[in-house]
């Protein structure tokens, strides 16, 4: 169970990474290149403020997972 831990905590560093990058590749693409609000740089600023610090936190507690803060038994 706690290697299963281990390669999880892999997979939420990559996903943090994966969705940051592409949240800017799709603003890089679509601001002034689509109409109407998906176009204009302000919603995405606002997007990529928001779910930067969400991608980050997963990129965090992946870390733990991956260095085995998260070993041990579950007390019930």
Known sequence: ??????YLG??????????IALL???????INAAKGDIGKP?????IITVFTPISLGLIVFGW???KGEYDGEIKT
């Open 24 to 30: 800017i590749y799709s603003a890089a693409t679509n």
């Open 64 to 66: 733990y997972a991956v």
């Open 42 to 46: 302000i919603p995405w600023i606002i």
């Open 10 to 19: 892999v997979l939420w560093i990559v996903v943090g990474i994966a969705a």
């Open 1 to 6: 169970m706690n290697g299963l831990k281990r």
